[in-house]
């Protein structure tokens, strides 16, 4: 079985999901880089709090966890949208038998899409299960997630317990920034991860 760990550093916002609605714009994964940084810059004038929302406690613990985590430099991955965890998992063979462990403030199981791409940031699972229906899933949520689909509630195991992730085997990690879900003044903590990451990792020779 090859274990996944994959964190989404939208969980980490110290905002609730009323919040998130009323700060946040309403963005997806494909609007131009631009255009975002415009709809944010507009929010932290309409809402000038939006500057002192900062990481809740479970950075920290992630933080120390991946201190001790020790993988192969080529299994570490990190992206802005969440959607590139799918051609990371397509390039695994299929017959391995895939743990995924998704830190996530969203579930991803979704169905909406458009366009000609049906994988995007909100229904990459979906889509990992329909091809691979054997795969083992793991869900850390905040308490206010939404937890619903439209088949019903999010059908795989599901926790708020983030120190679980201490009774996990990971052979990669994946970590996106996902920056319309992110406020831009907190940059500097998701690269704050990806450098307690790098710290840890090895070439294999």
């Known amino acids: 079985m090859v274990g996944i760990l994959s964190i989404d550093f939208d969980y980490f916002i110290n905002a609730s999901s009323q919040e998130r609605d009323l700060y946040f714009p309403n963005g997806s994964d494909d609007l131009p880089k631009k255009m975002l940084q415009s709809m944010w810059k507009k929010r932290y004038l309409s809402y000038p709090e939006l500057r002192k929302v900062g990481v809740i406690n479970d950075y920290y613990i992630l933080k120390e966890f991946l201190m001790k985590l020790r993988i192969p430099k080529e299994n570490f991955i990190k992206a802005d949208s969440h959607k590139y965890i799918k051609k990371f998992i397509d390039r695994l063979p299929k017959l391995l038998q895939l743990r995924i462990v998704n830190i996530d403030f969203h579930h991803d199981y ?10 995007n940031c909100g229904n990459w699972l979906r889509r990992v299960i329909e091809e691979r229906p054997n795969t083992i899933v793991k869900w850390i949520r905040r308490n206010d997630s939404q937890i619903h689909s439209l088949d019903g509630l999010f059908p795989f195991e599901n926790t708020e317990d983030i120190k679980s992730i201490y009774y996990e085997n990971f052979d990669y990690v994946f970590l996106c920034r996902s920056p319309e879900w992110s406020p831009p003044h907190l940059n500097s903590k998701f690269e704050e991860l990806v450098s307690t990451i790098s710290k840890t990792l090895y070439l294999i020779s």
């Open 110 to 119: 979704y169905h909406y899409y458009q366009g000609s791409d049906n994988c």
